[in-house]
């Protein structure tokens, strides 16, 4: 059995190569309490949407979580799903040089969900021909100097016509490759380093397995067969199993509750390159991938999992500490307060000029749980809201200064039009906005309350803004 490893791999030192099968995984979330008239079927009241990219994206955006360096090849449309994934992937850091073809539709997996349930999934995709295989070809040519692992993610969409040819590429060029089979022909992933099939996957290339020792023997075959260096065979509440030409390692399950299997070995093969980019033995790359699996089953939804996660879940310690956090940290911090019992309060603004009003409406905010979450409009954003001349101050001067305050627990940033998705990300219990508002006016309002958070409007009596101290500075 392979014991965890101390520590945690330099992640930002990885530089992953990603190529394969990328769609557009939409969700629609939604209420349900009624039972259709026109047929037995629930009726659905759609308060919520959110797009995130997946198959080949998950797993590019699974490595970027981790704070490796990633950049993500495949084929889409020109096309409105396309634009979202490439607005999603640039939000994640994930470098893409994605062929574009105008005849083709993105790939779009929609997921309508009510209460964590999912209730139906309506898959839109049209088959890819790649008759110029040789366009994936030069991209990947182009960043292989630059890479240590190359991961090939075949969801059978076509994209992966001639992984042999990639995985030539690779090899001449002294990379690592590992592979995420879906063909039941392990020939055209000839001399990868690693295989990386699910057991049901498995038993479709090397026959049905009975007890241990087929499983053993039978990879060994398949190694054998085609020149593979390493098999690793993921088996859901089995745990995993890695299979070497000389010797075996079983790692057990480490979930205690699988909520969502969804994405589950996409994070098991973004771990284990990114590890193994990053300078870690196989065995401490595989055990670290295997408790990436684990965490990730606990989630809704192809998600990822954090560099901060992992070092939880390895050592028992928190890496977080107060101030200015990205997405992944936020998340963390989140769970690590409410594992502690304590109330997640958020609000957000531009913070532009910070004057009487906000302070009044941060501390009031606090009061009311234990977590202050802070959301702080981008510079870009702000300029759309308030027009060219704004913001005065620039993004990393605003999150600062709130970071400074007391009643602020953490800062983050955020690009979108609304603050949306990073409340469906953490669900605070509470969200707060200062002013006039009514609630029905609170953009996010009916996200939170949808799982029975809270809103709240905290009306301070002091009346100024940051517009309006600009004009009084203009007149005077």
């Excluded at 629609?28 to 997946?54: H, L, M, Q, Y």
């Excluded at 049905?208 to 098999?231: D, F, P, V, W, Y």
Aim: proline share 4%; with cysteine.
């Amino acid at each position: 059995m392979q014991r965890l490893p101390q520590a945690l791999p330099d992640f930002s030192q990885a530089n992953v190569l990603v190529v394969g099968d990328v769609m557009l995984d939409r969700y629609w979330f939604g209420d349900t309490s009624r039972i259709s008239p026109e047929a037995p079927v629930p009726v659905v009241k759609i308060n919520a949407a959110d797009n995130r990219p997946g198959g080949a994206g998950n797993v590019a955006l699974n490595i970027a979580a981790l704070g490796a360096n990633v950049t993500l090849i495949g084929v889409t449309g020109q096309d409105e799903a396309s634009r979202h994934l490439k607005d999603q992937l640039n939000a994640a850091n994930v470098k893409h040089d994605l062929v574009e073809l105008p005849e083709l539709a993105t790939i779009v997996k929609l997921r309508v969900l009510s209460r964590h349930q999912q209730l139906i999934r309506l898959d839109f995709e049209d088959q890819l021909i790649l008759a110029n295989s040789e366009l994936l070809e030069a991209r990947l040519k182009a960043h292989l100097a630059n890479t240590q692992v190359l991961i090939l993610s075949d969801y059978k969409k076509g994209t992966l016509q001639n992984p042999s040819a990639l995985i030539q590429l690779a090899k001449a060029a002294g990379v690592m490759v590992i592979v995420d089979p879906k063909s039941d022909d392990f020939s055209i992933y000839e001399h990868a380093d690693i295989i990386t099939p699910n057991f049901k996957e498995f038993e479709m290339v090397a026959g049905t397995c009975k007890n241990e020792h087929a499983i053993l023997t039978q990879g060994r075959a398949l190694m054998n067969a085609h020149h593979i260096s390493k098999l690793l065979v993921t088996r859901g509440e089995h745990g995993m199993t890695l299979i070497e030409p000389e010797h075996h390692t079983h790692l057990p399950a480490y979930a205690k509750e699988v909520f969502d299997v969804t994405g589950a070995g996409d994070t098991v093969i973004a771990v284990l390159g990114a590890a193994l980019a990053a300078g870690s033995t196989p065995g401490d790359a595989v055990a670290l991938a295997n408790l990436g699996a684990s965490l990730v089953v606990n989630k809704l939804g192809a998600a990822t999992v954090s560099t901060p996660e992992l070092q939880v879940a390895l050592t028992g310690r928190t890496t977080f500490s107060s101030g200015i956090v990205n997405d992944e940290q936020l998340v963390q911090a989140v769970k690590e307060v409410r594992a502690q019992g304590k109330k997640v309060v958020f609000t957000n603004g531009c913070y532009d000029i910070l004057h009487a009003g906000h302070v009044m409406s941060l501390q009031m905010a606090k009061d009311l749980g234990d977590f202050l979450v802070v959301a702080v409009n981008s510079d870009a954003s702000i300029k759309q809201l308030k027009g060219p001349n704004r913001p005065i101050n620039n993004l990393d001067q605003r999150m600062t200064v709130l970071a400074s305050l007391g009643m602020v627990d953490c800062v983050v940033p955020f690009s979108d039009d609304t603050p949306e998705r990073l409340l469906r990300l953490i669900q605070p219990d509470l969200l707060v906005k200062g002013g006039d508002y009514r609630i029905d006016q609170v953009v996010g309002a009916d996200i939170v309350t949808s799982y029975g958070g809270e809103v709240r409007i905290m009306n301070h009596g002091i009346r100024t803004s940051s517009s309006h101290i600009l004009e009084r500075m203009q007149d005077s």
